[in-house]
């Protein structure tokens, strides 16, 4: 865990979403297999993989809709079949 002690003001201060550079690092470095990086309400998130790539939260979304759907878990599936 990286920042995980805010002081109530600050809640993205150099940390966060909005700075991954210390996450990249941390993941680069360590043994770590993926890093998740939140801003300070929680409603945006990036990802960092074990070789210190940036993955969108845009990407993110898209890569736990395609996984719903190979198991049938979308309703209605409306994507056509591949």
Do not use: K, Y
Request: proline residues 4%.
């Amino acid at each position: 865990m990286l920042h995980d002690e805010p002081d109530g003001r600050n809640i993205n201060a150099d940390c966060g979403s909005t700075h991954i550079e210390q996450l990249v690092e941390e993941v680069r470095r360590g043994s770590h297999a993926i890093g998740f990086a939140f801003d300070g309400d929680g409603d945006r998130v990036l990802a960092v993989d074990r070789n210190g790539e940036v993955v969108d939260g845009d990407e993110l979304l898209a890569l736990a809709t395609l996984h719903l759907r190979e198991r049938g878990a979308l309703s209605g599936n409306a994507w056509p079949s591949p």
